[in-house]
């Protein structure tokens, strides 16, 4: 009977699934994913459509955040980027969106590494305060820019299309969205699992010791914002298909709020929780609404302050993960599942 | 250049610029105490001229007593915070720190906006508002008295902070808190007092805001993040760097709002700041008053 996790070779420990049975549900819980489509009425597939995307964009700013230790405010701003230079090469060039969206994850990453370059002289809370000045200039120029963002009145976004297969239903999108999720998801998975990775950890958990060890600081630091830029630049990207009318009121500072909420009730540095806080912090409010509405009978002034409501529970599950549960979902469910693995005898 | 436009520009940012000093003073009061960053110092701000409102217009209560039943709020506000929601996280990581402050903003802006809701809701008129006229340019009394209020609350502040025991003890905390606790000194208690304060001078701001303003509404929140560049400009661990920062950046934002609105058509005023933010950050990271004790990357 097993009573504890001993692993006696590095690759045992770097595996991604611990047994056969894992990748067994993996690849059922895939097949079930895909198949919603099927079934799922537009309403809810909206919905797990705005999941999909929140996963790219919490496990963007969980790499940088969570892994290398950089904290970042400004992600709505690069997120309005990788939204803003998607829709402009796809109205002015008419560039097909599978060009489109990466090269908008290359302009959020460039973009992203610029803004990166005062965390090589400053630290910790300096960097927030820069990447929370850095979302206030984008929010500004891209409510002057008018010629490419289309100002205060916002940018209309054409239907992605392969050939002449138009990408125009929650279902499609949601192949698209879903399909790029799961890439997003492999790629994070792996890069930790090389000397990229490694190096951003290092970096985290105590920067001068990785520099004596051998690490640059200066290029991971920056291949860091780089990388979860480009995530997050995606993630905009999808938001621009996915809205169809883009404005600079889409990115507000809260949508950045929201994101870190994610990773902390989630979990800082580890994948799995950026994929749980997404799903737990897009569903909040439709758990709000759904709970308000069957409650108006009696309360019907609840649901005007619905928006309201939404804001007091994120703050205080926030506040709550941060002070019971600092390591969030994922270390949660991880002790859970240990200690049902090896009831009753684990040490 | 037009010179009674330069002074009348000159004038609102000095009105404004002080009350981003007082709310400056604040953050950079908690912020030398327990190293924390406090991204609600701008709700404080708002809970506090919500309050005072609520006192003023249905209580009736006189304006000098509301302050003070405002302030006693506030400092209660303050320290009960501290202890239930950053004593716990003393010694985690930055982020958890700044993540608490802006989950707690969160709160307490829907707080407001379930009691309130989100429309501006008159101040009651506190100063007499026919203006005075210095020199060439007419100016509201009720700036004039804005800045007095200031400047006696940062009086008194600066002398508790030079002569009253409690003030001492707390510079002594913020100097070091292990010789502190060798000393007696109830490190714990400081934390509590300095929250208390920073809301009680943030609560001063919100009501000074909404007699100015003549309403109030969620957008005072946002005050909060304007004291971002100021503590940056005058030197995150400085009163007097949180105080002629704020005086700059408040004649800073109105010349920019003054001058290059025009030009560019609006939105210069609010953007201003932040990009003196990240030029101060460039060239000046320590601001204007710091301690030069940035820990290098």
């Keep these: 009977m097993r009573c504890g996790d001993f692993k006696t070779t590095y690759t045992a420990d770097m595996t991604i699934f611990e047994s056969r049975s894992a990748r067994i549900m993996l690849v059922l819980f895939l097949c079930v994913l895909f198949s919603l489509p099927l079934y799922t009425p537009g309403y809810l597939l909206d919905i797990i459509n705005r999941i999909g995307i929140a996963v790219i964009g919490a496990i963007g700013l969980n790499i940088l955040t969570g892994f290398t230790g950089q904290i970042s405010l400004g992600n709505a701003a690069f997120m309005a980027i990788g939204a803003f230079s998607c829709g402009y090469l796809g109205t002015k060039f008419n560039m097909p969106f599978y060009f489109s969206i990466p090269l908008a994850g290359l302009i959020t990453a460039s973009f992203g590494m610029f803004v990166g370059i005062p965390s090589l002289r400053i630290k910790g809370l300096y960097l927030a305060m820069a990447t929370l000045a850095a979302h206030f200039i984008v929010e500004f120029l891209i409510v002057k820019w008018e010629s490419v963002t289309g100002g205060v009145a916002g940018l209309t976004v054409p239907t992605p299309k392969i050939g002449s297969f138009a990408i125009d239903s929650d279902a499609r999108l949601f192949v698209l969205i879903f399909v790029i999720a799961i890439m997003a998801v492999l790629f994070a998975k792996n890069l930790f699992r090389t000397k990229v990775g490694k190096a951003f950890v290092a970096i985290r958990d105590q920067a001068i010791s990785a520099e004596v060890m051998g690490v640059n600081i200066v290029k991971y630091k920056l291949l860091s914002f780089g990388i979860s830029s480009f995530y997050v630049g995606v993630a905009g990207a999808l938001i621009a298909f996915q809205a169809k009318i883009i404005s600079p009121e889409t990115f507000p500072v809260t949508v950045a709020i929201d994101y870190l909420g994610m990773i902390i009730i989630g979990g800082l540095g580890s994948i799995l929780g950026s994929i749980y806080g997404a799903i737990f912090i897009t569903l909040l409010p439709e758990i709000l609404r759904m709970a308000t509405t069957s409650l108006s009978g009696s309360f019907p002034e609840l649901v005007n302050k619905l928006a309201a409501m939404k804001e007091l529970v994120f703050g205080m599950l926030v506040i709550i993960f941060l002070i019971f549960e600092p390591n969030g979902m994922a270390s949660r469910w991880h002790n859970i599942k240990n200690y049902w693995k090896l009831y009753p005898f684990s040490h | ?297």
């Design chain 2, 1 to 297: 250049m037009d010179v009674t436009f330069f002074l009348q520009l000159f004038i609102n940012g000095l009105v404004v610029g002080s009350i981003y000093a007082l709310v400056a003073t604040g953050f950079v009061i908690i912020y030398k105490a327990t190293s924390a960053l406090n991204l609600a110092q701008g709700e404080f701000l708002m809970v506090g001229a919500y309050i005072c409102l609520n006192l003023l217009s249905k209580h009736q209560i006189p304006f000098w007593q509301a302050i003070l039943i405002t302030f006693a709020f506030s400092a209660l506000l303050g320290a009960i915070i501290e202890r239930l929601i950053l004593r716990p996280l003393i010694g985690s990581h930055l982020i958890s720190v700044i993540m608490v402050t802006l989950g707690l903003s969160s709160i307490l802006k829907a707080l407001i906006q379930l009691a309130y809701g989100t429309d501006t809701i008159p101040f009651p008129e506190v100063f007499p508002s026919a203006p005075v006229q210095i020199g060439p340019i007419p100016v509201s009394q009720g700036y004039l008295y804005a800045i007095g209020c200031v400047t006696i609350l940062v009086a008194i502040l600066t002398s508790f902070f030079k002569y009253s025991k409690t003030g001492m003890a707390m510079r002594a905390t913020a100097s070091s808190q292990q010789v502190a606790l060798s000393m007696g000194i109830s490190v714990k208690k400081m934390f509590a007092i300095s929250w208390a304060i920073a809301a009680i001078v943030s609560s001063m701001g919100g009501i000074l805001l909404g007699t100015i303003r003549g309403g109030i509404d969620m957008s005072l929140s946002f005050m909060g993040l304007k004291v971002l560049p100021v503590v940056i400009l005058g030197g995150l661990d400085s009163i007097l760097g949180a105080i002629v920062g704020g005086l700059i950046i408040g004649i800073l934002e109105n010349f920019s709002g003054g001058y290059i609105d025009p030009m560019v058509g609006g939105g210069a005023k609010e953007v201003a700041p932040y990009i003196a933010l990240i030029l101060i950050l460039m060239f000046k990271p320590y601001g204007l008053f710091g301690k030069k004790k940035i820990e290098r990357v």
